[in-house]
C-alpha cells in the first residue's frame, strides 16, 4: 500500500510540473481590439499571441495595457509579438520570477521601472531599434550578470541598472551619449564596462559603490568629473586619452589647462610617485585613500616674479595610511585645510622657506609625527 501511495504522489508531482511548465495558449488572453487587457492564465511560459481571429476578421496585436503583467510572481519567461512597439511604466515591475524575455518587435524604449524588482531576470532579447532605457528600468535585477546595449541605444536612464548586484560586465556600442546619475550604482560585482568609442557624458554617482571595478577608460567622456572616480573605492588603473582637458599619464589623471594632478588612483600599486615636471598644483583630495604611497616627490619650477609657485589643495593626502614623505625642491609655498588629515605615517613634507603660507593647524589632522621642514627650520603648526 505505502509503495503504490508513493507511486501516486510522484505522478502526482510529475503532472503538476508539467502543468506548470506548459506554454500559455490563446484562451489565457483578453483582447480589446488590438489591445491586449488581460492575462488570466497560469502558464510559467508565457507568449503573447500575434494576433488572434474575431467575427472572421485577423486582429494584429498591437499594444498592452498598463498593469496586465505588473506583480505576476508566476511567470518565467514571456514572448512579446512584433506587433507591440513601446511598452508602459511598470510593465513587468515585481515579476519576481521572471527570468526571460524575449522582444520580437522593435521597441525603442524600456520605460521607467519596466522590469523593477525582477529578482530572476537573467536575459532579456532586443530587437534592433532600442534607443533609450529609462529610469529604474533595471533597478534591483539582483540575478542579471551581462548587459551589452543593442546597437542604437543612445541613453541610459537614472539608476537605471541600481542595485544590480550580480552585474559583472557591462558594454556600451558607439552611439550611447549619456550615462545617467546613479545609473549602475550598488552593482557591487562590475568588474569589466566597456565605454563607447563615441562622445558620452557620465551622470553624478553613475558607478557609486561599484566595489569590484578596478580598471576603467573614460578617453571619449566629455564631461569627466572625479566625484565619479572617488566612488570606486578600488580603482587602480584609469585611462583617459585625446580629452581636450584631462589626460592620463601612467593612471594618474591630470588637467592639462591648469597644470593640475587631480587624481590619482587609490588602489595604484606604486609606493614611490613623481609629479610630472610643469605640474603647478596637486587638486582637493586628489591623493585621497592612496593606501600604498609611501613617498611623493615635487620638482615644480618656482618664479618668484610672477608669484607661481607649487601648491597643494586642501585634503589633498587625505587617508593615505603609508605616506611617509612628500619632497620637494623648495618649491611648496601653500598647503590646505587638512591637507594631510589621517596619515599617520607621515613624517616630512619639504615646503619653501620664504615662500610658505602658513598653515591653519588642521592640516596635519591625526597624523602625530608630521613636520614640516624646509633648507632652515622644521616645525608643525600650532594646536
Request: a neutral charge; glycine letters at 4%; one cysteine or more.
Amino acid at each position: 500500500m505505502r509503495k503504490v501511495l508513493s507511486l501516486l504522489f510522484v505522478i502526482f508531482i510529475s503532472i503538476l510540473i508539467v502543468g506548470c511548465d506548459k506554454k500559455s495558449n490563446i484562451d489565457d488572453f483578453v483582447f480589446s481590439g488590438s489591445n491586449l487587457i488581460e492575462y488570466k492564465g497560469t502558464s510559467v511560459n508565457v507568449e503573447i499571441p500575434e494576433s488572434y481571429e474575431k467575427d472572421g476578421t485577423i486582429i494584429e496585436v498591437q499594444s498592452i495595457k498598463l498593469g496586465v503583467f505588473t506583480n505576476n510572481s508566476v511567470i518565467k519567461s514571456i514572448v512579446v509579438p512584433k506587433g507591440v512597439t513601446s511598452l508602459h511604466q511598470n510593465m513587468f515591475s515585481g515579476c519576481y520570477s521572471l527570468e526571460k524575455v524575449e522582444f520580437k518587435g522593435s521597441i525603442k524604449y524600456i520605460p521607467n521601472y519596466c522590469f523593477d524588482k525582477c529578482y530572476n531576470l537573467t536575459f532579456v532579447n532586443f530587437s534592433s531599434g532600442l534607443k533609450s532605457i529609462g529610469s529604474h528600468a533595471f533597478n534591483e535585477c539582483v540575478s542579471l550578470e551581462e548587459f551589452i546595449a543593442p546597437m542604437g541605444v543612445e541613453t541610459l536612464g537614472e539608476a537605471a541598472f541600481k542595485n544590480c548586484v550580480s552585474l559583472k560586465k557591462v558594454e556600451l556600442k558607439s552611439g550611447v551619449n549619456s550615462i545617467a546619475k546613479g545609473c549602475f550604482e550598488n552593482c557591487h560585482a562590475l568588474k569589466t564596462i566597456i565605454f563607447p568609442k563615441t562622445e558620452y557624458t557620465i551622470g553624478e554617482a553613475a558607478f557609486k559603490n561599484c566595489t569590484s571595478l578596478t580598471e576603467i577608460n573614460l578617453s571619449n567622456c566629455t564631461n569627466i568629473n572625479v566625484y565619479i572616480l572617488r566612488a570606486l573605492p578600488n580603482l587602480s588603473k584609469l585611462i583617459v586619452e585625446d580629452n581636450e582637458i584631462y589626460k592620463t599619464y601612467d593612471s594618474v589623471l591630470y588637467n592639462e589647462e591648469t597644470k593640475t594632478l587631480v587624481f590619482y588612483p587609490p588602489k595604484k600599486k606604486d609606493k614611490e610617485y613623481t609629479v610630472l615636471d610643469g605640474t603647478k598644483a596637486i587638486g582637493t583630495s586628489a591623493f585621497l585613500n592612496a593606501v600604498n604611497l609611501k613617498s611623493v616627490n615635487i620638482n615644480a619650477p618656482i618664479d618668484v616674479e610672477n608669484k607661481d609657485h607649487f601648491k597643494i589643495n586642501d585634503n589633498a593626502f587625505e587617508g593615505c595610511e603609508k605616506l611617509n614623505e612628500v619632497i620637494s625642491n623648495n618649491s611648496i609655498f601653500y598647503v590646505g585645510y587638512k591637507a594631510f588629515k589621517d596619515c599617520p605615517n607621515l613624517k616630512k613634507v619639504v615646503v619653501n622657506d620664504e615662500l610658505f603660507v602658513p598653515s591653519n593647524s588642521k592640516v596635519f589632522e591625526n597624523s602625530p609625527n608630521a613636520m614640516f621642514y624646509s633648507q632652515n627650520s622644521q616645525w608643525r603648526p600650532e594646536n
